[in-house]
């Protein structure tokens, strides 16, 4: 156990990034570290919601920042977005005229889903080579995510935070201490922001969103149209087949941050998120190939040449070929997308093999039937080179808290070995000899 002591009365505002949740900085700092580090500066969309940040309690103190600038008289520099967390905190906040008070400095409501969380929404800048900067109260900011820009510097702070810069539309403007002009030339300042934490009339919503499965219609026959490139029907995958993996080739080592972005990008992939053979075409593009240095270029070992991730892969599995990913830590950092975990499944990768996995991911992969590994001794992800062919020993007696060896078979006819290990329990390894944790389930 640890006891951690937060004196909140010297704790100000934070804006956390760009590019990473991880990076968090005082906004008094902004007005250095900004130009220091040729941060953009100017504001451009702020938003607020999605999944993260979107209660009622959330909305109401924002909309309290936004209900000043109206009645101050202050301009709003910037775009500001809302999405619901739901339809209930939707209809609610509408009720209580939450809603009205981002209208009236001319915000856009967007519908209670991802948005531009994962890049679902019509952002089109000038030019995508210039710097540009946007405040979100989402809890994922990675490169290329909102907006597939990779020069848009995505920071994330609280609602009440975003909608400040927004009207602002300044990344250091600190509302503690700062003024803004009215439509007069006054000086004015931002009070605290104030909402309640439940809605004093309680919750309501009339469209719940659910209808019960009809008993009538249990036997009816879905059909899916063959041409559809939107929609395909999931074919269970194979269960093991008792034996060890050799002989694989590596599909790519990744270096770096690699996260559910890099590995199953959003945005207009989204669209293919019911047929997994085409969402498929996008696995790894986003990770970086420590032997290059390059995304999406990977070495395809069946005749030399240098291909997108997927590509390889397709053509190992078109050969009844496993394959394997290397990574560093904290793989699968991000959104709980399960298609980071069925893509490389269904493309024939049978082992992710990493320095440490993030929670969500690495259950992940369990569930769909995939072998997430950890290596004992970090240092050996070194020892893997480019061209090696790697066999997985030790699966007959696949227990848990037992360990796995690996063998690196090299190029120039050399070997390393080591232990791997891993944190599946006894479930999760009768998901992994069934093939998934679905196929494990239909089965009782």
Same mark, same amino acid.
């Given at each position: 156990?640890?006891?951690?002591?937060?004196?909140?009365?010297?704790?100000?505002?934070?804006?956390?990034?760009?590019?990473?949740?991880?990076?968090?900085?005082?906004?008094?700092?902004?007005?250095?570290?900004?130009?220091?580090?040729?941060?953009?500066?100017?504001?451009?969309?702020?938003?607020?919601?999605?999944?993260?940040?979107?209660?009622?309690?959330?909305?109401?103190?924002?909309?309290?920042?936004?209900?000043?600038?109206?009645?101050?008289?202050?301009?709003?520099?910037?775009?500001?977005?809302?999405?619901?967390?739901?339809?209930?905190?939707?209809?609610?906040?509408?009720?209580?005229?939450?809603?009205?008070?981002?209208?009236?400095?001319?915000?856009?409501?967007?519908?209670?889903?991802?948005?531009?969380?994962?890049?679902?929404?019509?952002?089109?800048?000038?030019?995508?080579? *210039?710097?540009?900067?946007?405040?979100?109260?989402?809890? *994922?900011?990675?490169?290329?995510?909102?907006?597939?820009?990779?020069?848009?510097?995505?920071?994330?702070?609280?609602?009440?935070?975003?909608?400040?810069?927004?009207?602002?539309?300044? #990344?250091?403007?600190?509302?503690?201490?700062?003024?803004?002009?009215?439509?007069?030339?006054?000086?004015?300042?931002?009070?605290?922001?104030?909402?309640?934490?439940?809605?004093?009339?309680?919750?309501? =919503?009339?469209?719940?969103?659910?209808?019960?499965?009809?008993?009538?219609?249990?036997?009816?026959?879905?059909?899916?149209?063959?041409?559809?490139?939107?929609?395909?029907?999931?074919?269970?995958?194979?269960?093991?087949?008792?034996?060890?993996?050799?002989?694989?080739?590596?599909?790519?080592?990744?270096?770096?941050?690699?996260?559910?972005?890099?590995?199953?990008?959003?945005?207009?992939?989204?669209?293919? *998120?019911?047929?997994?053979?085409?969402?498929?075409?996008?696995? #790894?593009?986003?990770?970086?190939?420590?032997?290059?240095?390059?995304?999406?270029?990977?070495?395809?070992?069946?005749?030399?040449?240098? =291909?997108?991730?997927?590509?390889?892969?397709?053509?190992?599995?078109?050969?009844?070929?496993?394959?394997?990913?290397?990574?560093?830590?904290?793989?699968?950092?991000?959104?709980?997308?399960?298609?980071?975990?069925?893509?490389?499944?269904?493309?024939?990768?049978?082992?992710?093999?990493?320095?440490?996995?993030?929670?969500?991911?690495?259950?992940?992969?369990?569930?769909?039937?995939?072998?997430?590994?950890?290596?004992?001794?970090?240092?050996?992800?070194?020892?893997?080179?480019?061209?090696?062919?790697?066999?997985?020993?030790?699966?007959?007696?696949?227990?848990?808290?037992?360990?796995?060896?690996?063998?690196?078979?090299?190029?120039?006819?050399?070997?390393?070995?080591?232990?791997?290990?891993?944190?599946?329990?006894?479930?999760?390894?009768?998901?992994?000899?069934?093939?998934?944790?679905?196929?494990?389930?239909?089965?009782?």
């Amino acid at each position: 156990d640890q006891i951690v002591e937060i004196d909140l009365s010297k704790v100000e505002p934070h804006l956390n990034g760009p590019f990473t949740p991880d990076a968090a900085t005082p906004i008094s700092h902004m007005k250095a570290k900004g130009p220091a580090n040729d941060y953009p500066m100017v504001v451009e969309v702020g938003l607020v919601g999605s999944c993260t940040n979107s209660s009622y309690q959330d909305l109401a103190r924002a909309a309290s920042i936004a209900r000043q600038a109206y009645e101050k008289g202050i301009e709003v520099k910037g775009q500001l977005i809302i999405n619901p967390g739901s339809e209930q905190i939707r209809y609610t906040a509408e009720r209580d005229g939450i809603l009205d008070d981002f209208k009236k400095i001319g915000a856009l409501i967007m519908t209670n889903a991802c948005g531009p969380c994962i890049g679902q929404w019509k952002r089109h800048t000038d030019d995508n080579s *210039r710097k540009n900067a946007i405040v979100t109260s989402f809890n *994922r900011n990675f490169r290329r995510r909102a907006d597939g820009n990779p020069n848009t510097f995505a920071f994330i702070g609280s609602p009440e935070l975003t909608v400040a810069l927004t009207i602002a539309g300044r #990344l250091d403007f600190n509302p503690v201490t700062d003024t803004l002009l009215d439509k007069d030339g006054n000086s004015v300042m931002l009070d605290a922001p104030t909402g309640f934490t439940f809605p004093p009339k309680g919750f309501a =919503v009339e469209d719940k969103g659910f209808i019960a499965p009809s008993e009538e219609n249990a036997n009816v026959e879905v059909v899916i149209s063959p041409d559809s490139n939107r929609l395909q029907k999931l074919a269970p995958f194979a269960p093991w087949d008792g034996k060890d993996l050799t002989d694989m080739p590596l599909l790519i080592k990744t270096e770096g941050k690699c996260t559910t972005d890099h590995i199953s990008m959003a945005g207009p992939w989204l669209k293919f *998120r019911g047929h997994l053979q085409n969402i498929s075409d996008n696995l #790894l593009m986003g990770a970086v190939n420590a032997f290059n240095g390059e995304s999406n270029k990977v070495k395809n070992q069946l005749d030399g040449a240098y =291909v997108e991730v997927s590509t390889a892969a397709k053509a190992y599995k078109a050969k009844g070929i496993s394959s394997i990913v290397v990574a560093e830590d904290n793989y699968g950092e991000g959104s709980s997308r399960e298609h980071a975990a069925m893509e490389p499944r269904f493309l024939n990768v049978k082992v992710i093999l990493a320095k440490s996995f993030a929670r969500i991911h690495e259950t992940n992969l369990k569930k769909q039937g995939m072998l997430a590994l950890t290596f004992c001794n970090k240092d050996d992800y070194n020892k893997v080179q480019e061209d090696d062919r790697i066999s997985l020993t030790g699966l007959k007696e696949f227990a848990p808290g037992s360990k796995l060896t690996v063998t690196l078979k090299h190029k120039d006819g050399s070997e390393d070995s080591f232990e791997v290990e891993h944190t599946y329990n006894d479930t999760q390894i009768a998901w992994f000899k069934a093939g998934s944790a679905l196929n494990f389930a239909a089965k009782k």
